[in-house]
């Protein structure tokens, strides 16, 4: 069986790096108590922790989207929980880590736009708990850069002050302040990402998922690194056809009103990929809910239980909405990013330039372009849509941000 860190693809160094603290923090365990489980009274790493091999309270992981920054926080989370503390990826503590059921690893995943701060004081306030295993209470931040100001704040204060046996893995596009506050940034080690390329996406595909060598090597050029998306690709039909069609979307760009309906079109299916994929936890969150509030029931007691739930079930619906608003977030900034790849192509092609494309099964497409608009119109076209990325994630109305970038693309 595969260690933790097997799904970790392309980043060696990374790898090196987690490895050594994770044997660090296993030797302080047992150089502060002998062989076996740490007992209760633990306080803090002591004196036996090696500042080279790095091991501390509080680590950020950063790198580009599809980098691994939660896949190598989860490993690094199971190997500081492994009994071996290697990673094996066979005891207990790596196995309950990996699949999300260890007791003591708590994983935040932000449902909506952002982290609150309630959601985190509650957090570090489990955090604070004695260790069930013996070894380490530890938190996983997969998008640190959504916590709010009072959230990070709230974070501030138990990386400042950890409590014993608590560890804290923060995950982040990069260390700029936008992401991380500078007074967070300080207090925690930083592991840099890269961008894996695409035969190493590619061979794990293969070996991992089964998945055919040559559409591997397509889907892992076409996500640009992004395993989760490279996986999405090669095994999902409608996740083709939608990107399909963000790839038809320059030559469909004949004039303004063209324009104005394929950013429509790409709203539209942002919206409807988003709801079928929160569509199934919608539907059972509020069946829970309803059921734990005596829907279904008879006599006085569940007719009064059920007038009373109408400010629970209002919660739930605020909370999916705002989980819906964030995965059509995601899901037109993927489409974004695919067609950013398609002018990619299209200038590196005007170059010349001796790189393979992106999107193989448009090349043709993307050197019609390059003849037609030049480096200059392709470099413009590609800031377009980035800027159109920017703007969204600085809360610009998509439908606005969108437009925009659909006229700046017709223009040229």
Known sequence: MPDVFADLVGQDEAVDTLRRAAASAAAVLRAAHGPGPAPD???????A????????????FTGPPGSGRSVAARAFAAALQCVHGTGCGECPGCHTTMTGTHADVRLVVPEGLSIGVSEMRALVLRAASTPSGGRWQIVIVSDADRLTEAAGNALLKAVEEPPPRTVFLLCAPSTH??????????????????????????????????????????????AQGHVGRARRLARDPEARQRRDAVLAVPRRLTGVGTA??????????????AEASVAEADAAERAALQTALGAGGTGRGAAGAMRGAAGQLKDLEKRQKSRATRAQRDALDRALVDLAGFYRDALTMALRAPVAPVHTDTAAMAEAGAQKWAAEGALRRLEAVLECRTAIEANVKPRIAVEAMMLALWKG
């Open 41 to 47: 009274d633990l306080d803090g790493y002591g004196p």
């Open 49 to 60: 922790v090696d500042p080279g091999a790095g091991m501390t309270h509080a680590w950020i």
């Open 177 to 222: 302040p936008d992401d991380v506050s500078v007074t967070i940034r300080s207090r925690c080690r930083v592991v840099p990402l890269r961008q894996p390329p695409a035969s190493a996406v590619a061979e794990v595909l293969v070996r991992r998922d089964g998945i055919a060598p040559d559409v591997a090597q397509w889907a892992a050029a076409a």
């Open 260 to 273: 104005l309906d394929a950013a429509s079109a790409l709203i539209e299916a942002a919206e409807a990929e």
